[in-house]
Nanobody, 121 residues
Framework: QVQLVESGGGLVQAGGSLRLSCAASGSIFSIGDMGWYRQAPGKQRELVARISIGGATNYADSVKGRLTISRDNAKNTVYLQMNSLKPEDTAAYYC???????????????WGQGTQVTVSS
């Protein structure tokens, strides 16, 4: 099994910064895509940013230039550096990790428990 532990959320004023982390542990052979999603009250969960095993990234238009995703493959960890935060960034943030447990197995979706980010105006 795979466990994901998220950290780094909190309350920050508009214009401030936060850094989210998500560490994967367990019987992991390798990890494919890693990403961050968010869900605000009354809204659907949406993709914030995603990074491939090779480091290719893609972002939601609303966060481009402000949020940066990165990964440390040696630590099985994905990060989200959040700068110039806006009140509309307020949401629960979830990491999504796609590990495979052996060379012959496929990639499986795992989700973090969520961490709350609140940006005050």
């Amino acid at each position: 099994q795979v466990q994901l532990v998220e950290s780094g959320g909190g309350l920050v004023q508009a214009g401030g910064s936060l850094r989210l982390s998500c560490a994967a542990s367990g019987s992991i052979f390798s990890i494919g895509d890693m990403g961050w999603y968010r869900q605000a009250p009354g809204k659907q969960r949406e993709l914030v940013a995603r990074i491939s095993i090779g480091g290719a990234t893609n972002y939601a238009d609303s966060v481009k230039g402000r949020l940066t995703i990165s990964r440390d493959n040696a630590k099985n960890t994905v990060y989200l550096q959040m700068n110039s935060l806006k009140p509309e960034d307020t949401a629960a943030y979830y990491c999504n990790v796609k590990p495979r447990l052996s060379l012959s197995s496929g990639y499986i979706d795992y989700w973090g428990q969520g961490t709350q980010v609140t940006v005050s105006s």
